[in-house]
């Protein structure tokens, strides 16, 4: 019994350990980073950050002590203020990076915006889970879906959907 006790307290240190040095810049950089590399035109972003629903299905693609701490993190997540002048994507119009905006009221009726997660981070920041909501705040209109990222070559690729709807 003793041992079982020690083996769970050493696993959910490992997941708080793998969890707490995923530092918030790190998450930001995470998130330019796949912003940049998948073409995301995220212009205007909700403040508050949008939570992650995951099932343990979902989590096929991951080791078992990923699985811990993803699942960790899960729990722990909490709503977040997004900061301006941190998440950044390209504006093809003009031709270079810009600062997306950052909207404190999210609800506000046709202006179209996205909703985002703070990413879960895979132990080894090879593999992120994150939301990503576009939002009309009109009756029909938008798209959301909670997606795998992978790091492949450098670059992070979308590798699944773990769900989504479009409306």
């Known amino acids: 019994m003793k041992k079982k006790s020690l ?11 793998s969890y707490s040095f995923t530092s918030e810049n790190i998450k930001y ?8 590399d998948n073409e995301l035109t995220l212009f205007k972003i909700c403040s508050k950050s949008d939570k992650i629903e995951i099932f343990e299905n979902n989590l096929n693609d991951f080791t078992f002590f990923a699985q811990l701490s ?7 997540q909490m709503e977040c203020e997004f900061k301006s002048n941190k998440i950044k994507y390209f504006n093809r119009k003009l031709n270079k990076t810009e ?3 950052i909207i404190p009221n999210c609800d506000i009726k046709y202006e179209m915006l996205y ?6 981070v895979s132990p080894d920041k090879q593999t992120v889970i994150i939301k990503i909501t576009q939002d009309c705040n009109c009756m029909l209109g938008g798209e959301s ?3 795998l990222y992978r790091k492949v070559n450098g670059k992070w690729k979308r590798i699944k959907t773990l769900s989504g709807w479009v409306s």
């Open 145 to 147: 879906g909670t997606y």
């Open 115 to 120: 909703k985002i997660s703070v990413p879960i």
């Open 99 to 101: 600062s997306c905006k």
């Open 70 to 76: 993803v699942n960790f993190q899960k729990l722990t």
């Open 29 to 36: 950089e995470i998130l330019n980073e796949i912003i940049k």
């Open 7 to 17: 083996l769970i307290l050493i696993i959910l240190f490992g997941c708080y350990y």
